[in-house]
C-alpha cells in the first residue's frame, strides 16, 4: 500500500524495486495523480484530494501546527485520506479501533494526548480555533506553557536539552568510504540531485505544467567535465549510453567545468537516474546513497 509516494521513480536501482513489487499479489496506491509511474502499476489506485480540498492539521519543519481548511471540493470520487481510511475500517469490520476518529479534530486531539510528557508535547494547544488565532503554534506546548503563547520560539534556547543531565550530546562516527568504489569498467563517479528550480521531485505536479516544462530540458542529461569529455571524443549535445552495475540509459551531454574530473551530475527529475544509483542505505537514517555509485559513459553517434 503506498500513499503519496512515487517509489517507481524515486527509489535507488529500479530494477530491483521493480522485482520487488513483482513479489506483491496485489498493489494499492493511493494518490492525487493517477499518472505517476507508481499509480501505473497499481492493481487498484484510490484517488484522494488534495489539500485545498480537505480538512485537517500541518506540522511544518519550523515545527508549527496549522490548520488547513477546505476551500474547494474534490473532484470526482477523490476523497481525504481521513475518509477513505474510516470507509475502510467500515468494510473489514475494524471501525471499533478509530471509533474515536469522528473528524479530523478529533484525531487532532488523540494526537494532543499522545504527545503529552514527550519532547513534542502538544498538550497545551486547546483546539483549532487557537491555531487559528495565532497563525499557527510552535511545539512544545504543553498544560503549563499555554499562559502565554509566543510567535516564534526556539528550541534549547535555554540550555537544556532532552537527556538525564540535560546536555547535549554529541554523537559522531569515523568517516566512511564510498560503498561502491569506481573500477575500471566503470571508473566515473555519479552524483544526483536537484537539477532546476522549475521541477520538484519526481515531477508528479511541477510536470505538468507547460510553463515550468519550459524552464528545463525535456531530456534526460548528464553533467560531465570539459577534460573528462575531450579524452572520450565527447561533444555537448551528443548522445551518450551511461551504465551502471544495474542498468543502462541514454541521455544528452551536457559539457561543463561545474563538475570535477572523473565526477558526473544527473538532476533526479528523470525517471532514468535511480535505473543507475545503488540501492545501500545509511545506516542510521536508512536514507539512500543518491550521491555516489560507480558509471561508465560513451557516446553513442560516433
Not at 471501525?95 to 494532543?112: C, T
Not at 499522545?114 to 513534542?120: A, R, V
Not at 497563525?135 to 534549547?156: A, H, M, N, V, Y
Not at 567545468?257 to 535505473?275: C, I, K, L, S, W
Request: charged letters at 25%; glycine letters at 6%.
Amino acid at each position: 500500500w503506498i500513499i503519496a509516494t512515487n517509489g517507481a521513480h524515486s527509489w535507488t536501482n529500479q530494477k530491483r524495486f521493480k522485482k520487488i513489487l513483482d513479489k506483491l499479489e496485489f498493489l494499492v496506491v493511493q494518490d492525487l495523480y493517477s499518472t505517476t509511474e507508481t499509480a501505473e502499476l497499481a492493481d487498484l489506485f484510490l484517488p484522494a484530494s488534495g489539500w485545498a480540498e480537505k480538512e485537517g492539521t500541518f506540522i511544518n519543519s519550523e515545527r508549527r501546527i496549522g490548520h488547513i481548511k477546505k476551500v474547494l471540493p474534490a473532484p470526482g470520487i477523490a476523497l481525504s485520506d481521513f475518509s477513505i481510511f474510516r470507509l475502510l475500517a467500515k468494510k473489514w469490520n475494524c471501525e471499533s479501533w478509530i471509533n474515536k476518529w469522528n473528524s479530523p479534530e478529533s484525531v487532532f486531539n488523540i494526537l494532543k494526548k499522545t504527545s503529552s510528557g514527550q519532547p513534542c508535547d502538544i498538550t497545551g494547544i486547546k483546539d483549532y480555533s487557537e491555531l487559528d488565532k495565532h497563525g499557527g503554534i510552535q511545539w512544545p506546548l504543553s498544560k503549563t506553557d499555554s499562559s502565554e503563547i509566543q510567535c516564534e520560539r526556539r528550541l534549547f534556547s535555554d540550555g537544556l536539552f532532552y537527556t538525564k543531565t540535560k546536555k547535549a550530546f554529541f554523537i559522531y562516527e569515523q568517516p566512511k568510504s564510498n560503498p561502491e568504489k569506481t573500477t575500471k569498467k566503470f571508473p566515473f563517479v555519479l552524483m544526483t540531485g536537484r537539477g532546476t528550480s522549475a521541477q520538484w521531485h519526481t515531477g508528479t505536479r511541477t510536470g505538468k505544467s507547460n510553463i515550468l516544462k519550459k524552464m528545463y530540458p525535456e531530456k534526460c542529461y548528464l553533467e560531465i567535465n570539459e577534460f573528462d569529455a575531450i579524452e572520450k571524443n565527447i561533444n555537448d549535445g551528443d548522445i551518450i549510453k551511461i551504465s551502471s552495475p544495474r542498468g543502462t540509459v541514454s541521455a544528452t551531454a551536457f559539457i561543463t567545468n561545474t563538475v570535477n574530473r572523473g565526477q558526473t551530475f544527473m538532476p533526479m527529475h528523470y525517471r532514468e537516474t535511480n535505473v543507475l544509483t545503488h540501492q545501500v542505505v545509511d545506516p542510521y537514517s536508512r536514507q539512500p546513497n543518491y550521491k555516489g555509485c560507480s558509471i561508465n559513459y560513451e557516446r553513442t553517434n560516433p
